[in-house]
């Protein structure tokens, strides 16, 4: 299953670029060549992360040791947080004539800091759900390594005010991240009752996250440079994986899904 919701993700990406790529070199050859424009700039963004994470203990297999053979517990929580970064990005504007409309195609790539955090309560039948087979309480974190973007802008000059044009814009995004959770739990197929005999850990994984950008902005020329603003809304849409412990008999499937809601400042240079 996790192999088909791959191989579908990455056709629509290869789709979609396709798309984007056929439509901007359409109309760049129907603009006017000797104004189109590439540039360069530094985007500095700041969002804020929506995250819901899910797991389940699946204690159905028959070679399961644990007092929860048989049983299923599943749990979740969603948390939000604030995410900055900075990065790299490189484009090319073409006007569509001298009405002032244009469009633009962009590529990016930035460095994001910080992370979303949550408790997870985790689900079993013991009161402190830490048993072998339970769904153990979980502080866990969400952090944003690398993202990259395609990007295409479709805006106006505004005539009354010189050198400020509106856009909109729509694009596709991919996005590195990890997650990490502290637990405390017991390993043993008997039930563990002193503190003692409960383990605490960490575990991490790194997961690839492809979704869509919309939104929209204002960008300032200033001769060659230009100074730019706009709010965009992020769908990173969701990745899964099952973490199998074999010699237990156990499998945990682990669901991550994640939105936010950004505001980016660049800096511009057109050549």
């Known amino acids: 299953m996790n192999t088909v919701k791959a191989i579908l993700n990455w056709r629509s990406t290869l789709v979609f670029i396709f798309f984007v790529t056929g439509v901007f070199w ?16 530094v985007p500095v963004m700041a969002e804020r992360l929506d995250v819901f994470y899910e797991k389940t203990v699946d204690n159905t297999d028959p070679r399961n040791i644990s007092p929860s053979k048989g049983r299923v517990y599943r749990a979740d929580d969603s948390s939000a947080g604030t995410a900055g970064g900075v990065g790299f990005l490189a ?17 990016d790539v930035t460095f994001p800091g910080g992370a979303v955090r949550g408790h997870f309560e985790g689900a079993g039948a ?9 769904n153990w309480p979980e502080d866990w974190s969400f952090e944003k390594n690398r993202s990259y973007g395609l990007t295409v802008r479709l805006g106006a000059g505004m005539p009354a005010l ?13 996005l590195d991240a990890t997650l990490r959770a502290d637990y405390v739990g017991c390993f043993s197929s008997e039930l563990c009752t002193d503190a003692e005999e409960f383990t605490s850990g960490t575990f991490k994984y790194d997961e690839d996250f492809t979704g869509w950008t919309t939104g929209g902005g204002l960008e300032k020329r200033l001769g060659n440079a230009a100074i730019r603003g706009e709010l965009r809304y ?3 849409r969701s990745a899964d994986r099952v973490v199998p412990y074999d010699d237990l008999g156990i499998k945990v499937p682990i669901g991550l899904g994640a939105d936010g809601v950004g505001l980016l400042v660049s800096l511009l240079w057109y050549f």
């Open 26 to 41: 359409i109309l760049t050859d129907t603009a006017l060549a000797q104004e189109s424009r590439f540039y360069v700039g």
């Open 126 to 134: 013991s009161e402190s759900r830490t048993q072998l087979g339970e």
């Open 162 to 174: 010189s050198g400020l044009s509106v856009y909109a814009l729509a694009g596709l995004r991919r």
């Open 234 to 236: 992020t769908d990173y």
């Open 91 to 107: 484009g090319y504007r073409v006007p569509l004539g001298p009405s002032g409309i244009f469009v633009s195609g962009e590529g």
